[in-house]
C-alpha cells in the first residue's frame, strides 16, 4: 500500500483498515527539521538513513520473550533477529523506545533474556511497559529493571534531538468492560509536563495500549486517551506510537499521526477477521514474511499518508 | 505378573476415564467456565450457595478472573484453572483484568 490518501478530516473505519499492513520487525524513526518520519526497517532504512540528517531513532515492539506457542515457538530467537538488523544498519539511531509487552508472563527469566539479547543493539532504550510486563505477584520485576526516576506505575518524559517524549503507562487499574486506561493521576501530571512547552516543540507520546480507539470489541484502545490527545492539540507536531496490536496501523488527523508497531514475536489478526485477537499461526515460511520491513513516510501538514511495505521474504 | 500389571493398568484408565464423568453427573455443585478465544463460556452461569466454579483459560494468552472485592485469580496460562466457591447468594460480576473487555456474570442463589 503506497501513497494512501484519507482524506481531509481524519479517517473513517474502513479507510484504517485499509491502511492496516504487515510490515516488518521494528520501525525506524528520524527527525528531520523536527518532524517525526518513519522509515520502516530495515533495508529501505538504510539508504534513508545515509541521506537524512538530523535524529533518528528505533521503534520495537511486544516482543514477549517466554512466548513458545504455536504462532511463534521461539519468540527469543526473533527478538535477536530484529536486534541483529539493527546492529547491521550503516548508521546507529539514537536511541530505541519499547513500547511494550517485553516478556509474556513477567518471570525474571524473561526479563532477563529481553535485557541480554536487547542490550546487544548497545543502544539507549526508553521502556514503558505492556499488561505482560506486570503480572509477577509483587509487580515489582519491570519497576526494578525499568521503572527508576518514572512516576507512578511508570511514566516520565525526556527530550532529545530537540523533540519532547512522553512515555505513558495504560495498562494498569483496569475496569471492568473498559479498555486501556490511563488514569487522573497520569493526566494530570502529563497537562503539566507540557504546560510551557512550546507550540512549535514536536512531541513524541507513546504507550503500549493504542490512544486512539483502533477495535473496541477487542479492547484496543484507551478509555481516556482522548484526555490525553487534549493536551497534545495546540502542538504543531503530534507523533503517537503504540503496540500491543502487533500489525501496522497507521492514521493521520490534523497534526496528529498515529502508527502502530508490529511485534517482534507473532502476529495477531486484523480486526474483526478472527474469533479473537490472540496469537495468529501462519505457516512458518509466512512468519517472517509478516516480520517483514515497512516503511511509512509522512509529513506534516500534509494529508497524504504513504506505507510502503516490503517483507523480508518472498 | 506381567499379564496382571497389564489388566491392573487397564481398569486403572478405565476408573481414570470413567471418573470425572461419573462426579460431573452426580454432583451438580461443581461448574465450569472455559475460557476461548477471550470469552468466558458460559458468559452467565446460574448456580446454588455452596457451588464450586472452576474457570479454565484454554487461550495461548494469558487470562485473570477477577471479581472486585470478591475473588481474584493469579495469572492463568494455558490450561491454567482457578477455583472458586460461592458461598453467598447475589450477583458476581466478573473480568479478566489484562483484557477487560472480557466479562462475565456468576449468579448465585
Not at chain 1, 69 to 88: D, S, Y
Not at chain 1, 164 to 191: I, P, R, S, T, Y
Request: with cysteine; proline share 5%.
Amino acid at each position: 500500500m503506497s501513497g494512501h490518501d484519507h482524506g481531509e478530516d481524519g479517517v473513517s473505519r474502513r479507510k484504517v483498515l485499509e491502511c492496516m499492513t504487515w510490515a516488518g520487525t521494528g520501525v525506524l524513526w528520524t527527525i528531520t527539521g523536527g518532524v517525526p518520519r518513519s522509515l520502516g526497517i530495515i533495508d529501505s532504512a538504510e539508504a534513508a538513513t545515509a541521506t537524512a540528517p538530523g535524529m533518528t531513532f528505533l521503534q520495537i515492539s511486544d516482543s514477549h520473550v517466554g512466548f513458545d506457542k504455536p504462532a511463534n515457538p521461539n519468540a527469543l530467537g526473533t527478538l535477536e533477529e530484529a536486534v541483529n538488523k539493527i546492529n547491521a544498519m550503516p548508521v546507529k539511531p539514537s536511541f530505541m523506545i519499547h513500547t511494550g509487552d517485553i516478556t509474556h508472563l513477567s518471570k525474571a527469566s524473561e526479563f532477563d533474556n529481553a535485557d541480554r539479547i536487547i542490550s546487544q543493539s548497545k543502544l539507549d532504550v526508553h521502556y514503558v511497559p505492556g499488561e505482560h510486563d506486570f503480572l509477577d505477584e509483587e509487580v515489582k520485576f519491570y519497576r526494578d529493571r525499568y521503572g527508576r526516576g518514572t512516576k507512578g506505575a511508570g511514566w516520565y518524559s525526556f527530550d532529545a534531538g530537540g523533540v519532547h517524549f512522553v512515555g505513558l503507562v495504560n495498562v494498569v487499574d483496569l475496569k471492568g468492560g473498559g479498555l486501556g486506561n490511563l488514569g487522573a493521576e497520569q493526566l494530570a501530571w502529563l497537562e503539566d509536563d507540557l504546560r510551557g512547552k512550546s507550540k512549535s516543540t514536536p512531541v513524541v507520546l507513546f504507550a503500549h495500549i493504542p490512544l486512539w480507539t483502533v477495535y473496541p470489541e477487542w479492547g484496543w484502545g484507551t478509555e481516556d486517551g482522548g484526555r490525553a490527545l487534549e493536551y497534545v492539540k495546540g502542538f504543531g507536531s503530534v507523533t503517537v506510537l503504540n503496540g500491543h496490536i502487533h500489525q501496522v496501523m497507521q492514521k493521520v488527523e490534523g497534526n496528529v499521526t498515529f502508527h502502530t508497531a508490529r511485534s517482534t514475536a507473532f502476529p495477531q489478526p486484523a480486526p474483526g477477521t478472527a474469533a479473537s485477537p490472540g496469537p495468529m499461526k501462519v505457516e512458518d515460511a509466512k512468519l517472517r514474511s509478516m516480520l517483514g520491513v515497512a516503511s511509512i513516510n509522512f509529513k506534516q501538514n500534509e494529508q497524504r499518508l504513504a506505507i510502503i511495505d516490503t517483507p523480508l521474504q518472498g | 505378573m506381567k499379564t496382571l500389571n497389564r489388566r491392573d493398568f487397564g481398569v486403572a484408565v478405565a476408573a481414570a476415564i470413567l471418573l470425572p464423568v461419573t462426579t460431573a453427573r452426580a454432583d451438580d455443585t461443581n461448574m465450569e467456565v472455559h475460557i476461548d478465544n477471550f470469552v468466558f463460556q458460559p458468559p452467565e452461569l446460574k448456580i446454588k450457595v455452596g457451588t464450586t466454579v472452576t474457570w479454565t483459560n484454554r487461550d495461548d494468552i494469558p487470562h485473570t478472573v477477577v471479581s472486585a472485592g470478591k475473588f481474584r485469580s493469579k495469572t492463568l496460562d494455558t490450561d491454567d484453572k482457578f477455583t472458586f466457591t460461592f458461598t453467598n447468594a447475589g450477583d458476581y460480576k466478573y473480568f479478566c483484568s489484562l483484557h477487560p473487555h472480557m466479562t462475565g456474570m456468576i449468579k448465585v442463589e
